[in-house]
DNA sequence: TATGAATGAGGATTCATTCAT
DNA sequence: TATGAATGAATCCTCATTCAT
């Protein structure tokens, strides 16, 4: 169904018993989000009480491991993303809201693997760090192909390049879950701040809308 | 003048012969673009010709190397960005064309600078990320003050909130830049683009102007 | 009947099906023939497509496993090597002959087994090392007894110990040996040059005839 | 002189201590003694009395350290070697006569270096195997050329081949040695069978001169 | 018999930092 | 100031062996 990540459940972890199998994954996760080279193999078997031949029994170098979890944590959030997005609604606005509203509720369900997602900048001049680049970019071409696709450009004013007025939206939308996901404002704050962060993206909304529509 | 960055002039480093001290600045900003973590005080020494004492004689730890080297590299950029800019004009498009303008030259002039600055994700739970966390987050802020400061605000549209439009034109300058500034370019095309980029900045500038002014 | 070697077909192993035991022995002698300590459980159960755990059912350590081999690759060539010599032929030189000609055909009817007893230089400080080192000792010496028993040294000339005129003899013979089957010789070429070997071993025999013999 | 062995004076530990030094080699050579795989650097380290971090300051990897090893194990036995032997001796067995000798003293000498060269087979299928390999054949090559060089095949008995004379002489010699220092005699005995082995050797040399020469 | 997941001590290597000179 | 030898904890990874099933 997504092409652009291979299947998962061909790998070896996929075998083992579901709660081991997350403690792994969830200690790795958590490890990971310091950084690829901050990730420290002794502390993930540490946390998740497993032992090292054993982490190297199913990934067999740590960059595995890495790469995995990185495709494990796309296809977990993508798969429950859209199936809960409403692709029929044709209004990119409306279409925003949604997806704003799921963010914070996903956010909330898998903190580890958006902090994770998020700490993914593997600095590395060998060829996992293109891999990982090449597939972010795919997803990324990926998820917007489809997160704006099939998008009412009839609504937008006439007297502008749709392409451009969907960018301007995108930036404004991107740009502003950027300065409320900045690292200082951790995550568990999020749900009193929903009403407020709710109130401004319907403030953002209603200022596109008016500009940029008919 | 600016108390965001302590005086780098108090630190010891700078007693030494300029052009020896350039080297080992030049030497470490050019490893730490390899990330926090990957960077080596042995390529350091290496590349900058000095010995591995005189480095930790000058900075007492790799991370006050790189807190000194981040506040440097931000203070240089800064002195020249401020020089140039034009804080007369009080337009904030006009003003984002001109900040366009230069930052492609300042790429082109020190290139080494801004591959450190766009590295420095030191992801580290330790006292050193929040510290960068910290400064950066300052350090934005004191730069977008300036840089968006005493804004004509009476140009924009009335039925709109001036700080939410000056939001979007900020949001879709930074998202504008993010995208092209993504890591498959070289900085070294960025050149014969120069002609493109302007003219892709123009058509946003045209259509912000049209949709969020008067 | 021969007393070096233990009775091997008490051991465990031999109550397998003989094709599953000598997918074992087979890749265990493989593996070994890269050396004792390079040699890994992993391949030899992976090449042989059986379970670890079967491995170490039949073999308890690795070193089991080893020693067992070197015993059963030794009687292998053994039976054969006595059942095909003609221990009638009491020349000594004659039986060289023989020797040399049945050796060539066993390298390439058992590259394996000679690659595996070629590598046999477990160069370790503990028991196992004594160990095979007492057995090939032993072995040696009870080859060598039997292949050099009933030797007929009246044809040797009397003014030198006929001991000694024997120990002339073998040692060409080894040391001729030894050149031909350094290692960067591949057995396979060993068929083309098996005239040119004959040939040299034949001259050697013509000068030993001549010199020693009466 | 010999450019068989690359310069080993041009290596970062020449310029240590000569005794901190011969610590660490020594250390080294016994301890890869027991095969290139057992030696274990934690071992050298200990024996050496030195920190992980500086054996791996001077030696790069475990097999630099091996290669640098065999050199100069090499080198060592060599360059006294030719220093002593009388090369101007031209009868082949006045020579190996010489050559006895001053092995018996040499190995005891130096037992640590001897015990080392006889137990270098790195058993690996890798580059350094291959190097090893081909250094230790050229370097038999050079140093049987030098040894056998200029012998006067005058003495030998014309009806035979003189190549196969020294062939047989070389076999006998080496046979000799080999059975020696088979590895259940410990070197610390040698001295007290000085007496018997030059005894033994003058018997050898009797008769080949008896058989072999005019 | 047969499986293969699980163990954990041991191995080579790295690297920021110190210190005698 | 300046050097670079020296340190040793930390890192990733291996592998013979065990054991529950």
Not at 146 to 160: A, H, K, M, P
Request: hydrophobic share 40%; with cysteine.
């Amino acid at each position: 169904m997504n092409p652009i990540i291979e299947n998962l459940n061909d790998h070896k972890i996929m075998s083992l018993a579901p709660d081991k199998r997350d403690r792994i994954l969830n200690a790795a996760m958590k490890e990971f989000a310091r950084g690829y080279k901050n990730a420290s193999t002794d502390n993930i078997v540490r946390e998740s009480g497993i032992s090292k031949g054993l982490l190297f029994h199913y990934f067999r170098t740590k960059k595995e491991l890495f790469l995995f979890l990185h495709d494990y944590a796309l296809q977990m959030v993508l798969a429950e993303f859209f199936n809960l997005i409403n692709l029929k609604e044709r209004d990119i606005l409306e279409r925003w809201r949604q997806i704003v509203l799921l963010k914070i509720d996903l956010v909330h369900k898998y903190p580890a693997i958006f902090a994770f997602v998020n700490a993914v900048y593997m600095k590395e001049n060998d060829e996992a760090a293109l891999e990982i680049s090449r597939r972010k970019t795919a997803f990324n071409d990926d998820v917007y192909g489809r997160l704006f696709s099939d998008i009412d450009t009839s609504l937008f004013r006439e007297d502008i390049e749709p392409q451009k007025t969907v960018d301007v939206i995108i930036f404004t939308m991107e740009g502003y879950a950027a300065r409320e996901a900045s690292p200082d404002k951790s995550l568990e704050d999020y749900e009193p701040e929903y009403e407020r962060i709710l109130n401004e993206v319907d403030q953002y909304i209603a200022l596109l809308r008016r500009c940029l529509y008919k």
